[in-house]
């Protein structure tokens, strides 16, 4: 067989992979969203019975509480590492000291913004749950609080990428551009279809205000349009401003760019089997992890966790192939 046979043997090969792989997910999202379809609520009434109580909003169930708190985490702590890298490569390759500092202040300065609304984000999860009144002094708490870790997180984890060897810096560049990217276009597309949606939440029809217009008989299927309330009759009747805010999933979704690790394989070039597997698994099971919880709070339907998690898959899918693959997949190559 000659050389240019085999070659095109090859890509048909790994094409015929890809293809297989596509239509397997297609087979088992389908499958999954046709369960969630028929049967959201029975599921959350399931996995609410002993962590949502009846009337009350939020959930006094450690574990799911522990990760409506820090369940989104994965989405800043992957800009920030990706603004890292960006600094050290403007820092080594950027001759020019004007563009080269105005660089490197951009990307300090986004990494230290993404740990300080990661921690914000903690923190108002913390406030909302214990019941503290949002006075002046602890409002200033928080901010003080939040910014300050978010400057020494940043600056720790700038220190640490600096013992990257500079042919990885070079390497992950791609990576950092393409993490960026799945964070605007996946979560952009999750609030984008929140509010138009309009779906409520579990808890909310399972809080006490709600049941004066109808409870659980304002359950909606995922595919179901609403109006949303205003604010005002959100929080009388839902407890919460978000209460119309379940499809899909925004901590599912943040949660989530956990898959931009399996970007890793590619990037580095990882043969080890051992750490290909982790950076596969370990990804899948926290998204699963946050999407039980979510569920089990009673924030979000087994759809909403479906969706939410899809869409931070399929983009993480799209911009690995462009920016770290560059198409090689479907060239057979």
């Known amino acids: 067989m000659s050389k240019s046979k085999a070659k095109e043997k090859k890509g048909f090969d790994i094409s015929r992979k890809t293809v297989a792989a596509i239509f397997i997910f297609i087979l088992v999202f389908g499958g999954l969203l046709l369960i969630a379809t028929f049967k959201d609520l029975q599921v959350s009434q399931f996995l609410t019975k002993f962590s949502l109580?009846?009337?009350?909003?939020?959930?006094?169930?450690?574990?799911?509480?522990?990760?409506?708190?820090?369940?989104?985490?994965?989405?800043?702590?992957?800009?920030?590492?990706?603004?890292?890298?960006?600094?050290?490569?403007?820092?080594?390759?950027?001759?020019?000291?004007?563009?080269?500092?105005?660089?490197?202040?951009?990307?300090?300065?986004?990494?230290?913004?993404?740990?300080?609304?990661?921690?914000?984000?903690?923190?108002?999860?913390?406030?909302?749950?214990?019941?503290?009144?949002?006075?002046?002094?602890?409002?200033?708490?928080?901010?003080?609080?939040?910014?300050?870790?978010?400057?020494?997180?940043?600056?720790?984890?700038?220190?640490?990428?600096?013992?990257?060897?500079?042919?990885?810096?070079?390497?992950?560049?791609?990576?950092?551009?393409?993490?960026?990217?799945?964070?605007?276009?996946?979560?952009?597309?999750?609030?984008?279809?929140?509010?138009?949606?309009?779906?409520?939440?579990?808890?909310?029809?399972?809080?006490?205000?709600?049941?004066?217009?109808?409870?659980?008989?304002?359950?909606?299927?995922?595919?179901?349009?609403?109006?949303?309330?205003?604010?005002?009759?959100?929080?009388?009747?839902?407890?919460?401003?978000d209460a119309c805010k379940s499809f899909p999933s925004g901590h599912t979704c943040s949660a989530g760019m956990s898959y931009c690790l399996i970007m890793l394989i590619d990037a580095l070039k990882i043969t080890d089997k051992k750490k290909k597997i982790a950076l596969w698994v370990c990804p899948i099971v926290y998204t699963g992890i946050v999407a039980v919880s979510r569920i089990m709070v009673g924030a979000h339907f087994f759809s909403d966790v479906l969706v939410g998690g899809t869409i931070a898959f399929l983009t993480m899918l799209l911009f690995r192939e462009i920016f770290i693959c560059k198409g090689s997949h479907f060239k057979g190559e």
């Open 53 to 241: 109580p009846k009337g009350e909003y939020y959930a006094d169930d450690v574990f799911g509480r522990m990760f409506e708190t820090i369940g989104c985490a994965p989405i800043y702590l992957m800009l920030g590492f990706a603004f890292h890298i960006i600094f050290w490569n403007v820092f080594i390759r950027v001759k020019d000291m004007l563009v080269k500092y105005f660089l490197l202040a951009v990307s300090t300065g986004c990494g230290v913004a993404a740990y300080c609304v990661m921690y914000k984000d903690v923190l108002r999860y913390i406030v909302d749950q214990v019941g503290l009144d949002h006075n002046s002094v602890k409002t200033q708490f928080v901010t003080f609080s939040m910014i300050f870790m978010g400057c020494i997180t940043c600056f720790l984890g700038t220190l640490a990428v600096r013992n990257f060897k500079d042919e990885t810096l070079k390497k992950l560049l791609s990576f950092a551009v393409a993490v960026i990217l799945i964070a605007a276009v996946a979560n952009g597309l999750v609030n984008l279809i929140k509010i138009p949606m309009g779906r409520p939440r579990y808890r909310g029809m399972n809080y006490e205000g709600a049941q004066s217009i109808g409870g659980f008989k304002n359950f909606k299927r995922w595919y179901e349009a609403t109006a949303q309330p205003d604010k005002n009759s959100l929080i009388w009747y839902y407890g919460s401003t």
